[in-house]
């Protein structure tokens, strides 16, 4: 099956910026999602892209696409110890029926 | 509103017993989904319902039923629960015709 790839872990200090970095294999990604889940809480949609895009920006948030690498991150400008959380690529594609596949999410701790 | 509820919360079972997951939503939302979430996995679909009257085997269906009660609901059953069944499970639902899908709170099963 189609595969999405995220590094486990990411420490950064309070103030810095963090990229989170995912990789996937299917071509036929049609939208790339990040999502962020707090201790003991559900999945909260951050922000998606389309996959004829290279780059949105939303706040403090930035997701960049580079499709031909199949390669996608997300920015966290000036990040705070809330933003402390596991967050989880995602991707639907044409030929998993636009269903869902997960990375295994990375896990952000902000340091004070 | 709302958005996705799920209850129970937490539920411990014992190797062998029953139980149903009871997921509601209240946006209208034609399509809903059952993932199990386990560590260094991401989520996995369990099964979803593309709309009322509706229901479809994910990636890993085994030892799970599902019933599309009517739009606002849709239950995940263990019919006889194995410790390989200890995981943390996630409803979610989308409009037909899109792929965000938003998530509830989740279900912590511990199957001794």
């Known amino acids: 099956g189609e595969d999405v790839e995220q590094s486990l872990f990411l420490s950064v200090r309070e103030g810095d910026s963090s990229v989170i970095n995912c990789t996937y294999t299917?071509?036929?990604?049609?939208?790339l999602y990040w999502y962020k889940q707090e201790p003991g809480a559900g999945l909260q949609l951050l922000t998606y892209?389309?996959?004829?895009?290279d780059m949105k920006q939303d706040q403090r948030l930035t997701v960049l696409l580079n499709k031909k690498d199949k390669h996608l991150s997300l920015r966290i400008a000036d990040t705070q110890t809330g933003d402390s959380a596991i967050y989880f690529c995602?991707?639907?594609?044409?030929?998993?029926?636009?269903?869902?596949?997960f990375g295994g999410g990375t896990r952000l701790m902000v340091k004070p | 509103n709302a958005g996705v509820t799920q209850t129970p919360k937490f539920q411990v079972l014992k190797t062998g017993q029953s139980m149903t997951l009871q997921c509601a939503q209240d946006?209208?939302?034609?399509?809903m989904y059952w993932y199990r979430q386990d560590p260094g996995m991401g989520l996995r679909l369990i099964y979803y319902?593309?709309?009322?009257?509706?229901?479809d085997k994910g990636e890993v269906p085994n030892g799970y039923n599902v019933s599309r009660l009517n739009k606002r609901e849709f239950s995940l059953r263990l019919e006889s629960a194995a410790p390989s069944q200890t995981s943390v499970y996630f409803c979610?639902?989308?409009?037909?015709?899109?792929?965000?899908?938003?998530f509830g709170p989740g279900t912590r099963l511990t199957v001794l």
């Open positions: 979610a639902s989308s409009e037909m015709g899109t792929d965000t899908q938003y």
């Open positions: 299917d071509s036929s990604s049609t939208y």
């Open positions: 892209i389309f996959s004829n895009m």
């Open positions: 995602a991707e639907t594609s044409l030929i998993a029926g636009n269903m869902l596949t």
């Open positions: 946006m209208n939302h034609n399509s």
């Open positions: 319902s593309a709309s009322e009257g509706t229901t």
